[in-house]
């Protein structure tokens, strides 16, 4: 499937940025021996994967400087480097790292202007087009850290400036001090909570929202089985997540074959059910999908267009209420 100019473009929050429903998540590619690593990558395969997603249509990149404590930056600049595609880039800030690659958290202007210049240098561009805080925390310090971030858009460096996983509070708090254009928070069928309170604040104020694993970080692609879940490398963190453990694994993996049922008669994975389940939203604008290799990409391309329709939407919220975890 190749989709280009019939994708239809969504304006994300008050920004002049106009994205495709999905966009290329690249936290996995920062490779392996970290505390958030995914296992071990290749990185011709990340670079592979980034080419086909721009390919077939994709037209954004989210990563972080945390990622691979440096490495995932370095593969998308890399990756953008040798594209005919200009892609718009959007990174995040306030996770720093130690020589002994510990991490640590900095939401100080000085920490906040080191990291931009490195993420600068290691995308090898001029100005990111989204820059984001990752996480609100110290949280005695967001304001400080918000403050920073208006002056790098008022300097060209980046050009618009959001948060990630930020309460209601804490985004009332930054507003103060300047607009938020985007929020990214976790989302997906099986972790709803943002609908409560989030996400009608942020259409309320016209806060876009980019929501991070809708897949579950792999759980609902349909490729997941118990065995391979057993096998993960020492250093995937998702073996400390309770989603990929029992009780709640073999209801996960139940859910993941009601997906496939929807899915079969329109030609898409179980995945892509579970990506078009966060775009049916209205306050979502896009969401961030991960792959770590070409043909990961392709299979979940189809969520560019794909959408739910309300009663297989339903079909999914009845199935997770009768059977809790």
């Not at 920004?15 to 071990?40: K, Q, R, Y």
């Not at 400036?161 to 509070?169: A, D, Q, R, T």
């Not at 490398?233 to 139940?254: C, G, H, I, K, T």
Request: aromatic letters at 8%; one cysteine or more; proline letters at 6%.
């Amino acid at each position: 499937m190749t989709t280009t100019a019939s994708t239809s473009l969504r304006q994300l929050g008050n920004s002049d940025l106009h994205l495709t429903s999905i966009g290329f998540g690249a936290w996995a590619i920062g490779g392996g021996n970290w505390e958030f690593a995914w296992g071990p990558q290749d990185d011709n395969e990340s670079i592979a994967a980034i080419h086909r997603a721009l390919d077939l249509g994709i037209n954004w990149i989210d990563t972080a400087a945390v990622y691979g404590l440096g490495h995932s930056e370095e593969v998308v600049g890399r990756a953008i480097k040798s594209s005919t595609h200009k892609p718009l880039v959007f990174t995040k800030s306030s996770m720093r790292w130690n020589p002994d690659r510990s991490i640590r958290r900095s939401l100080t202007r000085a920490s906040l202007t080191e990291e931009l210049e490195s993420s600068l240098r290691r995308l090898g561009i001029d100005a990111i087009d989204l820059y984001q805080i990752h996480w609100p925390d110290p949280e005695a310090e967001i304001e400080e850290g918000w403050e920073t971030l208006a002056r790098f858009k008022e300097q060209g460096k980046v050009r618009w400036i959001g948060v990630s996983n930020f309460s209601v509070e804490q985004m009332k708090r930054v507003q103060k001090i300047a607009p938020i254009t985007s929020l990214q928070p976790p989302y997906s069928m099986l972790r709803p909570a943002i609908e409560e309170e989030i996400l009608p604040f942020c259409q309320a104020n016209h806060i876009g929202a980019i929501n991070y694993s809708p897949m579950l970080s792999g759980l609902l692609t349909g490729k997941m089985t118990a065995e391979r879940i057993a096998d993960f490398p020492a250093d995937d963190w998702r073996r400390r997540n309770v989603e990929f453990q029992e009780p709640r694994l073999s209801r996960n993996l139940r859910l993941v074959e009601l997906l496939r049922e929807i899915g079969v008669p329109h030609g898409v994975e179980p995945g892509v059910v579970a990506v078009a389940w966060t775009l049916h939203h209205p306050a979502i604008t896009a969401a961030i999908v991960g792959g770590r290799s070409a043909r990961q990409v392709e299979g979940v391309i189809p969520a560019l267009e794909f959408r739910l329709s309300d009663s297989d939407y339903v079909r999914i919220v009845d199935f997770i209420a009768d059977n809790p975890a």
